[in-house]
T-cell receptor, first 115, second 113 residues
Framework: NAGVTQTPKFQVLKTGQSMTLQCAQDMNHNSMYWYRQDPGMGLRLIYYSASEGTTDKGEVPNGYNVSRLNKREFSLRLESAAPSQTSVYFC??????????????FGQGTRLTVV | KQEVTQIPAALSVPEGENLVLNCSFTDSAIYNLQWFRQDPGKGLTSLLLIQSSQREQTSGRLNASLDKSSGRSTLYIAASQPGDSATYLCSLGGGGGADGLTFGKGTHLIIQP
């Protein structure tokens, strides 16, 4: 019963390096999200995909790009990592983006350190 | 913009006590409210989802209520256990023009054995 799977779990990057965080869900959900969690700031939405083929910016999109590869997979790319992007990144999915009974499910997170 | 506030930020109580965690929000035009639990270094585990048309939901020792008119939700934990120690997060679906969930900063709960 996998749910939402994120890879990698941990990553250390040097400033200026690039990387892609991978996320896959097996619940046939339409909507997927990327959040970052920082001490004192809580969870903030980076990008989301309401349905396959669409992506939109969230609250803190600068420095990131996303790709909704198919219904199952939603990746987050850092083109040129900066120390300010040191954070824990969470992927989530839900059946729909704006629905009464839409329950969101989260992955286990990727802990990223940029040095 | 939807603003979500959780009070208290931290709480420490002896095992066996009943306790209440509070969540308040500024925009009542929500689809639902979801409570999560987060253990240190782990992801978020969904506890309860309350649709905007509902007043409360129960799961085992947990009961969550929703009062949209006052912009408040409470999470009641009965007969607390050390295993309940975690950070509890309140999130709103919708409100303030937001897509996705808007989170509070959480209540860090410690249950003393």
């Amino acid at each position: 019963n996998a749910g939402v799977t994120q890879t990698p779990k941990f990553q250390v990057l040097k400033t200026g390096q690039s990387m892609t965080l991978q996320c896959a869900q097996d619940m046939n959900h339409n909507s997927m999200y990327w959040y970052r969690q920082d001490p004192g700031m809580g969870l903030r939405l980076i990008y989301y995909s309401a349905s396959e083929g669409t992506t939109d910016k969230g609250e803190v999109p600068n420095g990131y790009n996303v790709s909704r590869l198919n219904k199952r997979e939603f990746s987050l790319r850092l083109e040129s990592a900066a120390p300010s992007q040191t954070s824990v990144y969470f992927c989530a999915s839900s059946e729909a983006i704006a629905s009464l009974n839409t329950e969101a499910f989260f992955g286990q997170g990727t802990r990223l350190t940029v040095v | 913009k939807q603003e979500v506030t959780q009070i208290p930020a931290a709480l420490s109580v002896p095992e066996g006590e009943n306790l209440v965690l509070n969540c308040s929000f500024t925009d009542s035009a929500i689809y639902n409210l979801q409570w999560f639990r987060q253990d240190p270094g782990k992801g978020l585990t969904s506890l309860l989802l309350i649709q905007s048309s509902q007043r409360e939901q129960t799961s085992g020792r947990l009961n969550a209520s929703l009062d949209k008119s006052s912009g408040r939700s409470t999470l009641y934990i009965a007969a607390s256990q050390p295993g309940d120690s975690a950070t509890y997060l309140c999130s709103l679906g919708g409100g303030g023009g937001a897509d996705g969930l808007t989170f509070g900063k959480g209540t860090h709960l410690i249950i003393q054995p």
